[in-house]
């Protein structure tokens, strides 16, 4: 099974022209999938653009000093990063600028002329993400590819963004631990819209438990509505806590189009076949394993 | 554009000088670099900064402001390539992103130079250096803000590219082959990853050959394939294809870049020249925008206008749907302006003192005819002289005065230019008159300028200074609601005359305070009070004077 194939069939059930792969954590294995829907959309003739919230893809993760893979881009796929991360050979088709910055100099939109390893460094808020998919599109990207950060997709998924959720096991202390995250995050970004008809309470900007909790007791029955499902400032046990005990929904709902697994960490390891069929279970999602080519 | 000596921070601050600062910036890092080092004119530079002024005039007349707006935004998104310049002129091989802005700089400067191409005494910003990079880097042009380093560069970058691309080929298919085989055995699709998992139980004659066990567990492991000899070969094949079309692309880089490292003293000189014009045109949209004029600089110390205004305010009382009525002064020496609350009697000094910040500057001021002479320090005294140093706050409002005084007397300045906003307010009448009158004679036997404003009265008279009343009050509004400040302010505007005049004779000044108190909504019990209370010290002044004879 050509996993990065079922995921593009997925996202393209969505009419979703933008991917979003968010992690539940570091090493969850987001770079991986993200390259294998890369990889598929070339084969579907679909022009692909790549670009990240932050930075990914680079040879080395940047807080642990260990390997982490790169991106190998194709030569025609457009992808967006930042200056002092374009490779210098083989040459890249710099097509345009977009004065966004970051760390590492300017955000410039190009196209990979041959075969060339990229790090791909993007824009630290969701306005520049904004930015660069527009900008990815203009240069005909047919998918853009997010490799991103769950806390700053929201703003950007909502309009037309499919959301590949990956559950790693970094920095868990037990499975039972890894699946409940996953699970907590399916549930977070699959929060339901509203009802207009039933009652409802609108909170603007972050949620958080206490304020939750202190509205459902005032009326259990009462819709409590966040503008996006970023904006539950809770993850985890809390937000699966939270969401027995008060209705949250969401004014603008985010489609998670399947989840993956990579059931292989640096400190721990666990079976992948029933980390895949645990995590389906538990949220409802289609769900891939990447490495092992599963499906559950 | 920095204040330097010309203006004491009370006067920067009275002055609103961020403001112009803010109206005057140019819109790319070029211009920004030239910008921050202009300095005022000082006495003596006269017929330079007149020059300059009338320069900028004479283009706010003939170019289109769409023109200079256009260009100010691309100027704003041209890239500062100066350090890339350097690094040229330094023997350093440039990289792409510099060639596309150095590409952007090309543009940039063809695009200013045609649009002062109509103004005759313009300079030109390119040179001989620019047009040979432009020459050279045009080959890498793509679409409107890209650059790639094109095969048209060098004929060899085609070659090593086919190479290149021939034994990535070559590589792919060799471990594509590889991959397949072991797919294959292992029953899957495809394998597309470095890294794979395969699960115990679906390995029951263990694994193909080529396969490396990364990591084991009881259930599954963690594999990568080994490349075989032929994959290897292949590999080897590709990185030395790739390394020697590292070495022509840098070759190709290495000889743009010395173009720009021959040129680098001349690209410089377009780099400053750019920023020189990016100021200029900055000054003209001021100019444009504001409807400024060029003044007659003198060598006299005078500030003389016709329809001046202090822009800020005027801005302000725009966006408030009020109409700022400019004024006219002619300022020699010392002078004294009085008048009422609220008449603007501060807007004259800040008028004022605008007028010979712009003139210091060689700008065009905001009024219609002016004759001004240049200062070397504009210094602000009285209201809105804010507290310094920490030790200042200790002291009252009149100290503080004094200090500030003590230190603009004592700089060392050929011509200063004092503005006095009811300097000495906060003390004895009789001693604060005698101390602005002093003053001013000071001033005048400096040979400077200044101008009080004050409600003392004989101040002008007294310190043989020039004597200016804002008109006032032309009738006292009446039926305005109490509290209601915004009708109050409103129908104060209507009926105050702000024109400022000289003054006849040695009238006494009218402060109109009472029947503003009243319009601004206090007790009308309190103003009564006040009225008989003035109305009979008026009574028993008139007693105690000697009969006329």
Known sequence: MHVGTRLLELIRL??????????????????????????????????????????????????????????????????????????????????????????????????????????????????????????????????????????????????????????????????????????????????????????????????????????????????????????????????????????????????????????????????????????????????????????? | MKSGDLLDAAAAEALEFGWLREQIAPAGAYGRRVFGALRAFVPGDEARAAQAAERIVRAAATLEPERIDALARRLRATPDVTPAIARAAAGDVLDDPDFLELLRLCDAVRETDALLAVFPDALRCGGPALDALAVALEPGRRGGHGFYLDDAFDRALAQAREADARAQAAFETARGRLYERVARALGREAITDEQFIVMRADLPNGLPPGVRIVREAPTYLVCEIELDEDALAALERREAAREALAHVEETVRARLSAIVRDGAADLERTCSALGGADVFLAQVRFAQRYGCTAPEIVEDACVAFDGGRFLPLEERLRDAGRTYVPISLDLHGTAVVTGPNMGGKSACLRTCGMIALCAAFGLPVPARRARVGLFDTIAWLGIGTAAGGDDEGLLSSFAREVIHLRVALQRPTRRPLLLLDEFARTTGPSEGKALLVAVLAEVRRRGACALAATHLDGVAEAAGAAHFVVRGLREVPRGINAGDLRGALEALARAMDYSVLPAAGTDAATSDALALAELLGLDGSVVAAARAALYAERRAAEKAAPPVE
């Open chain 1, 14 to 296: 969505r009419g979703a022209r933008t991917v979003f792969v968010v992690g539940t954590g570091k090493n969850a294995g987001k770079t991986v999938v993200a390259r294998a829907i890369l990889g598929a959309a070339r084969e579907a003739s679909l022009q692909p653009g790549i670009c990240s919230i932050g930075r990914d893809g680079e040879s080395e993760d940047v807080i642990d000093g260990r390997a982490k893979p790169r991106y190998l881009l194709a030569p025609g796929t457009l992808a967006a990063t930042a200056r002092g991360a374009l490779p210098r050979t083989p040459a890249v088709e710099i097509l345009d600028r977009t004065a966004i910055g970051t760390s590492v100099g300017e955000i410039f939109i190009c196209r990979s002329r041959g075969f060339a390893a990229f790090e791909i460094v993007g824009p630290p808020a969701a306005s520049g993400v904004r930015e660069v998919v527009q900008a990815l599109r203009a240069q005909g990207a047919g998918l853009v590819i997010v490799d991103g950060a769950v806390d700053r997709v929201a703003a950007v998924a909502v309009e037309d963004g499919a959301i590949i959720i990956a559950v790693g096991v970094h920095g868990r202390e037990s499975f039972d631990e890894v699946v409940l995250a996953g699970r907590a995050l399916a549930a977070k970004l699959m929060l339901p819209v509203y009802d207009p008809r039933q009652p409802v309470v609108h909170v603007r900007g972050a949620l958080l438990p206490e304020i939750a909790l202190a509205l459902a007791a005032e009326d259990p029955e009462r819709q409590i509505v966040v503008e996006d499902p970023t904006r539950v400032a809770a993850g985890g046990r809390t937000f699966l806590g939270l969401l027995e005990r008060a209705r949250l929904r969401t004014a603008r709902p985010l489609s998670v189009a399947a989840l993956t697994v990579n059931a292989v960490g640096r400190e721990r390891a666990y079976d992948p076949q029933e980390m895949l069929q645990c995590l389906a279970a538990a949220t409802g999602l289609p769900a891939f394993d990447v490495f092992a080519a599963a499906a559950a």
